[in-house]
């Protein structure tokens, strides 16, 4: 059965990504993308959904680590008998998909059990295996549709009950190296490599990209490894960035809020920019631009919020029947349903993100200054409409605060864009209807009973997207208004000192059931309060929440105070832009 979620580590290739648990089983593999349907699916219901594990068949006690600044994972395990160590990559490159397992005996010796269940299309496909020659070797293939997948290794695993399973023991000194190679159906497989030069190599590369990183932020080895994470989930050929590698991980264990994260949300991709910039990467955030330039070309009124891994626009929402989810928490959701909404926070996010581009890599780039004016002038014709908000809520549109401002903040990036880098644009007309929302979101959006913004108009509700207007601009983030902002999220969306997105008993998501505090907006109140000045409180908050990380430095969508418990998909790449940007801003305003 699946572990709890803290108990996994991510191991990528760029293109797609797996979850490795601490006991040596692989349940979660999309292939060969993010979005493609998964072959390994326990993590969604049972072994029997696929898994894939190698772990000592005697008690054992196991300890992890990333291999220097790289995604190569070295998992440990002793045994009264002994110890060996599991290291799991997902190598790059050579137009195909691999998961690399080498296991190394490192003190007398340890009695392994190798199991692989393998289940195309989310579970729902017992695939034909058999057992062939490629180039000499004796391989066991799987085929089912369109999927290829192929186990290597010098102790093939034996068919039974529709799995194949081996035990064998390992001593010292002694190495044995397995993979599972992705290839499309048809292909008649070839050329498979050796393994040793494909590890050394994707630790290299790993450790020349984080040698990049700046230096002088805190945590700063917790730092790195968020940006190693959000790195693994940017495809390398589309530059798509996902917002996590897994679907319907729960909000509240048990519940129906369970989403599909393995998508491109606009706003998500342009604040994971903003934080690699911030930490001394500029080529990530150009191969980005290239995606969004591809993605949303066409009429800017055909706008979403999100799209695929390579700019695909339909993203239907289906729920597969078949899998019982993490720890009975059902519906299983794939495709996203959100991506029809309006939400007009995005292109605020998406103008502020593309401005740092042009600002950091010293390119104006002409085609992305002409998409921006185009989608500039299709938000005037439409920002005074309600929206779904950023917390894409399913209940009635509403005009949200924090859409109103990142409006605000899209027109003043393009006034900015005219006045200070020299681009073309009606300044003018900009600069006007900017002033005018400003004056909007001051009178109609704050509560000056409370002394605080309000979550949306018609509300004296606050929600933690709130903290976030300190970073737009629209008001100082020592401003009295934003201190009695910061004040009221504290007395009502703390629950054990961790920020709630919003009250769910207030209706406005129109979604049942509860969740847990939401990492990134913990992150935000630590931002917020090191720019109002609260320094011991900020620093204080930052650790807390960096004791939060698993043992391999991870962190999921939320976390269940009461439990003790990571809960919603894992790992997700708003929690780890936030603490980047929280560290960013405690360096800045220590």
């Not at 579970?123 to 997948?149: K, M, Y």
């Not at 495709?335 to 029809?340: E, I, M, S, W």
């Not at 009973?449 to 949306?456: I, L, W």
Request: aromatic share 6%; glycine share 8%; charged share 25%.
């Amino acid at each position: 059965m699946a572990l709890p979620i803290e108990h996994y580590a991510l191991i990528g290739d760029r293109r797609t990504a797996a979850l490795v648990g601490r006991n040596g089983s692989i349940d979660w593999l999309c292939l060969p993308r993010f979005d493609s349907p998964a072959c390994l699916a326990g993590l969604l219901g049972t072994d029997e959904h696929g898994h894939w594990q190698l772990v000592p068949e005697e008690p054992y006690e196991v300890t992890r680590r990333y291999l220097g600044a790289s995604a190569v994972l070295e998992t440990t395990f002793t045994t009264e008998s002994g110890s060996a160590t599991l290291t799991d990559l997902m190598p790059r490159g050579d137009g195909r998909a691999d998961v690399v397992r080498r296991l190394a005996g490192v003190r007398g010796t340890v009695r392994f059990r190798h199991e692989l269940r393998i289940r195309m299309d989310y579970g729902a496909a017992t695939p034909w295996v058999r057992r062939q020659v490629v180039d000499g070797e004796e391989v066991i293939t799987a085929v089912a549709g369109p999927d290829q997948l192929l186990l290597r290794g010098p102790r093939l695993p034996v068919a039974t009950d529709h799995r194949h399973s081996d035990s064998f023991t390992l001593a010292e000194g002694e190495e044995q190296t397995y993979s599972l190679t992705w290839l499309p159906s048809h292909v008649q497989p070839s050329s498979l490599g050796d393994h040793d030069d494909r590890i050394a190599r994707t630790i290299a590369e790993d450790e020349e990209w984080a040698a990049v990183c700046r230096t002088d932020l805190p945590h700063g080895d917790v730092v790195l490894r968020s940006l190693l994470t959000l790195r693994l989930m940017t495809h390398e050929a589309t530059g798509g960035i996902v917002a996590a590698p897994t679907t319907s991980l729960p909000e509240e264990l048990g519940g129906s809020r369970n989403w599909d994260y393995r998508y491109c949300w606009l706003r998500d991709a342009a604040l994971t920019l903003e934080s690699l910039i911030d930490a001394g990467y500029v080529e990530e955030a150009e191969l980005w631009r290239g995606w969004l330039l591809r993605a949303v070309a066409g009429d800017p009124a055909d706008l979403q919020i999100m799209y695929g891994v390579d700019g695909a626009r339909r993203l239907p929402e289906a729920e597969l029947d078949h899998l019982p989810g993490y720890e009975g928490s059902r519906p299983v959701r794939v495709g996203n349903g959100a991506v029809r909404q309006q939400q007009h926070d995005v292109l605020g996010e998406v103008m502020t993100a593309l401005a740092r581009v042009r600002r950091a890599a010293g390119d104006p780039d002409d085609n992305a200054w002409a998409l921006q004016r185009a989608l500039v002038e299709e938000l005037l014709t439409h920002w005074e409409e309600p929206d779904r908000g950023l917390w894409e809520v399913r209940g009635e549109p509403r005009h949200f605060v924090h859409s109103k401002a990142m409006v605000w903040a899209a027109l003043d990036s393009a006034v900015r864009a005219v006045e200070e880098d020299g681009l073309e644009g009606p300044v003018e007309r900009w600069r006007e209807v900017r002033d005018r929302v400003r004056e909007e979101v001051l009178d109609k959006g704050f509560d000056p009973v409370r002394n605080s913004f309000r979550q949306h108009y018609d509300t004296d509700e606050v929600d933690a997207a709130l903290l976030a207007l300190s970073t737009t601009g629209i008001v100082a983030p020592d401003d009295p208004r934003m201190l009695g902002t910061i004040a009221a999220v504290e007395e009502d969306l703390l629950r054990d000192g961790l920020v709630l997105r919003y009250r769910t008993e207030a209706g406005v998501d129109g979604v049942d059931g509860e969740e847990n505090p939401f990492l990134a907006c913990s992150f935000w109140l630590v931002t917020a309060l090191a720019g109002a000045g609260r320094h011991e409180d900020a620093e204080a908050l930052f650790e807390r929440l960096i004791g939060l990380v698993n043992d391999v430095g991870l962190l999921s969508e939320e976390y269940d105070v009461d439990a003790g418990r990571m809960t919603g998909n894992f790992p997700q790449a708003f929690s780890h832009l936030a603490l980047v940007q929280a560290a960013v801003r405690l360096a800045e305003t220590r």
